[in-house]
């Protein structure tokens, strides 16, 4: 992992915000498919399987998509820094532009053409995050945030002092907003689902072509 020298603030919460987005619309379009979340699939496999629910292919299809993205995003990175080039900005223009097929496919040809470039997309924004972006709260496991959150609560009503308390109050600044950007970001989703239809994928890649500003800060 690359050392990260400063974060800028947004680029946690445009993080959490895209992921949320993301995860949400394409729940909602693409059949019960989690884009960002790709653990949950296996859930709703299950339940496909049984139901006799359309949807099956593309669930089964999202582990070996996520994976694959994820090697190849590691060895983008690998093969950028070998050039002395900074990986943060070429991996988010690779967000964007699969963002951009994904939403352009949505709307051209109907919800589930685009599913796979959708989990590429967040994919690499869990890599780029895990290896560029250690420092920050995880942006698309909100599991893993609000069961610190929780541990954190709980010791600081104990009554944590010193650097044990100093850290725990670190941690929930941290992670507090993430969860929060995370929750904005779901909620705005399933309402311009509602108003807007496939036109609501066109924000995800706007949204994640701002924190081309920011990660160029972060490299």
Request: a positive charge.
């Amino acid at each position: 992992m690359s050392e990260v020298r400063s974060i800028p603030a947004p680029l946690s919460h445009l993080l959490g915000f895209n992921a949320g987005y993301v995860d949400t619309a394409g729940f909602l379009a693409l059949g019960g498919l989690f884009t960002a979340h790709v653990t949950g699939n296996f859930v709703t496999l299950g339940a496909a399987l049984i139901h006799g629910s359309a949807g099956a292919l593309s669930k089964l299809l999202a582990l070996p998509v996520f994976c694959v993205a994820v090697l190849l995003t590691r060895l983008a990175s690998n093969a950028l820094a070998a050039r002395q080039k900074a990986p943060m900005s070429s991996l988010i223009a690779a967000q964007v532009l699969l963002l951009v097929l994904a939403a352009a496919l949505m709307l051209g040809f109907g919800p589930f053409a685009a599913g796979m470039l959708m989990v590429s997309a967040m994919a690499v924004q869990n890599a780029m995050q895990r290896m560029h972006l250690p420092q920050l709260p995880p942006s698309t496991l909100m599991t893993g945030n609000t069961t610190q959150v929780m541990i954190d609560l709980a010791d600081l009503l104990k009554g944590l002092g010193g650097d044990e308390r100093s850290a725990a109050m670190g941690r929930l600044r941290k992670m507090l907003p993430a969860i929060a950007s995370f929750a904005l970001g779901c909620a705005l989703a399933a309402l311009a689902f509602v108003a807007l239809g496939m036109w609501c994928f066109a924000l995800p890649p706007l949204v994640a072509a701002l924190t081309l500003r920011y990660g160029a800060a972060a490299a």
